[in-house]
Structures are given as structure tokens and as C-alpha cells.
Nanobody, 123 residues
């Protein structure tokens, strides 16, 4: 599976962005998908995940209520809608695919990674 993330950019605090991650291959619908981010000087951290069928989602506490993950299996795409953005959301955002059933928080649980897209939130 090859993943290509897009949709990053620069916004002011309180603004919104929607990230997209397009996957190649015909087995996208069998993968758990996740979004991670890495802020300057920090480790890559889990942001959100969605089950293969899209019925289960989970979020990091820091983004709960502001971000929403979704997927369109017909388009091989997973999305991350980010609202009420804060300067601390500034990071490179990565999408990842996991060949499994459960949504996992650990980076090592994911098998495929996209190249990352930069999100910058100014105050």
C-alpha cells in the first residue's frame, strides 16, 4: 500500500483544514487507518484512528471534539477534518495503514506510512 497525504497548509488559530490521504491498491478497505503528527522537537504521536469499515474511531485527548476522522473506501481515501486549530497543532501530519483489526496508538503497529503534510497554525 502506498499512501499520499495532502491538504496541509498555514492557518490562523481557530481556523480549519482538511487533510486527505489517498491509498493505492485494491485492499484499502481492509486496513485500519491512522493519523499521526510530529511537532518540532517531539516524538511522532497518535492523533486519530478509524476501523476498516469506518464504524469505530478514536482520538487523542488533545484533539477530541475538534478533529474528525472519516474514510471513503470507494475512493481509497481517509480524511482528517481539523477545526478550532491551535498553535500547538503545528506539526507534520502523517497517515498510516495497519493490517489488523483494532485501532492502535503505537507507531510500530502500523505497516505503511505516507510522506507527511505540514500544518502550521499561527496565533
Amino acid at each position: 500500500v502506498q499512501l499520499q497525504a495532502s491538504g496541509g497548509g498555514s492557518v490562523q488559530a481557530g481556523g480549519s483544514l482538511r487533510l486527505s490521504c489517498l491509498a493505492s491498491g485494491r485492499t484499502f478497505s481492509s486496513y485500519v487507518m491512522g493519523w499521526f503528527r510530529r511537532a518540532p522537537g517531539k516524538e511522532r504521536e497518535f492523533v486519530s484512528g478509524i476501523s476498516s469499515g469506518g464504524f469505530r474511531t478514536t482520538y487523542a485527548d488533545s484533539v477530541k471534539g475538534r478533529f474528525a476522522i472519516s474514510r471513503d473506501n470507494a475512493k481509497n481515501t481517509v480524511y482528517l477534518q481539523m477545526n478550532s486549530l491551535k498553535p500547538e497543532d503545528t506539526a507534520v501530519y502523517y497517515c498510516a495503514a495497519r493490517d489488523g483489526i483494532t485501532i492502535e496508538y503505537a507507531r510500530d503497529s502500523y505497516d505503511y506510512w505516507g510522506q507527511g503534510t505540514q500544518v502550521t497554525v499561527s496565533s
